[in-house]
């Protein structure tokens, strides 16, 4: 069965130090999620992606926060400069289209600690 | 503005026994309604999900969700939880994103 492939799992950081996550959606997948999901809480959409086009990045903390799809398929979310606050799971999704009723498939995390 | 509410942060059942996880939504236009499962230090998982047509919807490993458009609700249950069960569950709605609820720990005890 096909997975949404995150990377790393975990990640140590110190504050005002730069960190970078990978996700590699479902093949075929047009549509590309980051989450952050903070202990406790459900998950919070960042920013979402069609192909290589950024759709929604309104929630996006763009000061310190970027993402990029370059090629429509893999993604990389920065922080730089990290601060404590953003010690958080992000999530990757992806899923077929972009409407409301398909089912997005979600990656394993990556679990950030900001020090 | 969209929303999910799950009521209850934790739900303890005994193996075998019926479990429901509540969820009450609001969202203008019609709703597309999922549930997710997430166990420890993983992702979430889909399990059902409400677009139309019959009120009852099934999905994976023997649970399934009602619909009511009344009381706006989509409640998430199983006939006979096992312990394998135990897990955090979130209920979820789209309109133009994804909405999720703050969840629900179930734990289900042998």
């Known amino acids: 069965e096909a997975e949404v492939a995150q990377s790393p799992r975990y990640k140590i950081t110190e504050k005002s130090q730069a960190v970078a996550f990978w996700c590699d959606p479902i093949?075929?997948?047009?549509?590309l999620y980051w989450y952050r999901q903070i202990l406790g809480q459900g998950p919070e959409l960042l920013v979402q992606?069609?192909?290589?086009?950024?759709?929604?990045d309104s929630q996006l903390p763009k000061d310190r926060f970027s993402a990029e799809r370059l090629k429509g398929v893999d993604s990389t979310l920065k922080i730089q400069p990290a601060e404590l606050g953003d010690s958080a799971m992000y999530l990757c999704?992806?899923?077929?289209?972009?409407?409301?009723?398909?089912?997005?498939?979600f990656g394993p995390g990556t679990r950030l600690t900001v020090t | 503005a969209q929303s999910v509410a799950q009521p209850e942060d934790q739900v303890n059942v005994a193996e075998g026994n019926p479990l429901t996880v509540k969820c009450t939504y609001s969202?203008?236009?019609?709703?597309?309604l999922f549930w997710y499962v997430q166990y420890p230090n993983r992702g979430l998982q889909f399990l059902l999900k409400?677009?139309?047509?019959?009120?009852l919807v099934k999905g994976s490993y023997g649970f399934e969700a009602e619909f009511n458009k009344s009381q706006t609700s989509f409640h998430l249950k199983k006939p006979s939880a096992l312990v394998s069960d135990s897990a955090l569950y979130f209920c979820?709605?789209?309109?133009?994103?994804?909405?999720f609820g703050a969840g629900t720990t179930v734990t289900v005890r042998a």
């Open positions: 093949s075929g997948h047009a549509t």
């Open positions: 969202v203008s236009g019609n709703p597309y």
């Open positions: 979820a709605v789209r309109d133009y994103k994804l909405s």
């Open positions: 992606f069609q192909d290589e086009s950024v759709v929604d």
């Open positions: 409400y677009i139309t047509g019959d009120n």
């Open positions: 999704a992806s899923s077929t289209r972009p409407t409301g009723v398909h089912e997005q498939y």
